[in-house]
């Protein structure tokens, strides 16, 4: 049995997302060999164990990257090669760019192949042909809401899902969604999102004169910033001081003319798109983290403010149930509905700080016992090493 396995973490950018990269980091550290290929967005150092395998957006250095594997396969591979070339003729739209980018894979050949988004699913099933096992994760967007709107995107999960070796959830939920576009049940772990160990703090104070809630995400309607804009206004009729700030809500037409029809102009701040670690602050001195979204799988930022004991109201969109419990180490309300979220925020600000802090405590118990990276990047790898082994 192999024990050390090659695995190729692609996401199609180098670096990705905070989350993806985390599991990038974790890996490394297990033993076995981590490759990226892709766009080389920024130069990211990483451990000895990860290697770089990718191109810069340049046409002189996209050249050098073709020339270089294509002269690698021809002189050292040339059947596999010649057998590669066949699949993407038949499939590609520009030929020359996705030799660039699987010409490196080809030659490198990891064990494990993750793609992490699904709709480039179609583009890497060739990889099975050459003795790679082919893992997806499945992730918000991708699979609950695109594809509804995208038919050929859905014709195309349901032509290739069935192929795939394994999938990676964010949440069960998400999982069932993939089912339905033909994802094998069997072939589906669930992998919940971790937090790397931080040090616990006291407890930041919290404002006392005006209740401070705070929104982070992409404008984008299934963040459900109108619904909570709607019940911020609600608030204000009852008398309720507060003060909403949406972190990546700047610029937005349609946000601006809400709060300007409802006079919201002193309750509500948009804020352009943060740096990490300004997030992280803001999120750490807010009494409130607000979730309206309408989709979602599992939100990354929800997962964080409970780090950082900041307490969080969700909708019961996606799998926020799976984290969320409730009056238990949340608050959860339906989708779509402002006046449960006003009359939630309304309760919540009642609350006695002993209570609050209870809350919080269990909040930040869950971060450690379910979404932890060490957790995570554990059952990433027994993921791998399943699909790995299972040679039927």
């Known amino acids: 049995m192999k024990d050390q396995l090659k695995i190729a973490v692609y996401s199609g950018d180098i670096p990705s997302t905070t989350f993806i990269e985390r599991l990038i980091h974790g890996l490394s550290n297990t033993g076995n060999s981590i490759y990226l290929f892709g766009f080389i967005k920024k130069k990211t150092k990483y451990q000895d164990s990860v290697s770089v395998f990718g191109y810069k957006n340049t046409r002189q250095h996209k050249a050098l ?11 050292f591979k040339h059947k596999e090669k010649r057998k ?30 993750h793609v992490q988004w699904a709709k480039g699913l179609a583009d890497w099933i060739w990889v099975q042909e050459f003795e790679m096992k082919l893992v997806l994760s499945l992730r918000g967007a991708h699979i609950n809401y695109s594809p509804i709107a995208d038919k050929t995107l859905a014709a195309m ?21 993939a089912v339905k576009y033909g994802a ?7 992998v919940y999102s971790g937090l790397p160990f931080v040090e616990e703090k006291k407890t930041v104070a919290k404002q006392k004169d005006v209740f401070q809630i705070i929104s982070v995400g992409r404008a984008h309607w299934k ?7 709607d019940a911020c206004n609600i608030l204000k009729a009852q008398g309720i001081k507060f003060h909403y700030t949406i972190v990546g809500g700047t610029n937005d037409i ?23 670690d300004s997030v992280q602050t803001l999120m750490q001195h807010a009494d409130l983290l ?30 926020m149930d799976e984290v969320i419990s409730d009056g238990v ?23 006695p700080q002993a209570a609050k802090e209870e809350i919080r405590e269990k909040a930040l118990h869950t971060i450690k016992t379910q979404h932890s990276e060490d957790q995570m990047v554990h059952q990433m790898l027994a993921l791998y090493q399943s699909i790995y082994h299972d040679k039927a």
Request: net charge negative.
């Open 329 to 351: 180490n949340g608050f959860i309300v339906p989708i779509r509905d402002s006046e449960a979220i006003a009359t939630k925020i309304a309760e919540i600000v009642t609350i």
């Open 65 to 75: 990257h073709y020339i270089k594997y294509s002269f690698l396969l021809f002189c």
């Open 84 to 113: 590669l070339d066949a699949i993407l003729k038949k499939q590609s739209k520009n030929l020359l760019l996705t030799k660039v980018k699987c010409y490196p894979v080809l030659w490198h050949k990891p064990d494990v192949f």
């Open 157 to 177: 999960y349901r032509e290739n899902f069935p192929k795939a070796d394994g999938f990676h959830a964010v949440s069960k939920a998400i999982g069932l969604e």
């Open 290 to 319: 607000l979730l309206p979204s309408v989709e979602e799988g599992i939100a990354n930022v929800v997962l964080e403010a409970m780090q950082k004991t900041t307490l969080v109201l969700t909708t019961d969109c996606g799998g």
């Open 184 to 190: 094998v049940k069997e072939k589906i772990q669930v």
């Open 254 to 276: 349609e946000f601006a003319y809400q709060i300007h029809d409802l006079h919201l102009e002193n309750e509500v701040s948009l804020l352009d798109n943060l740096p990490y």
């Open 223 to 229: 963040k459900g910033y109108t619904y909570a804009l």
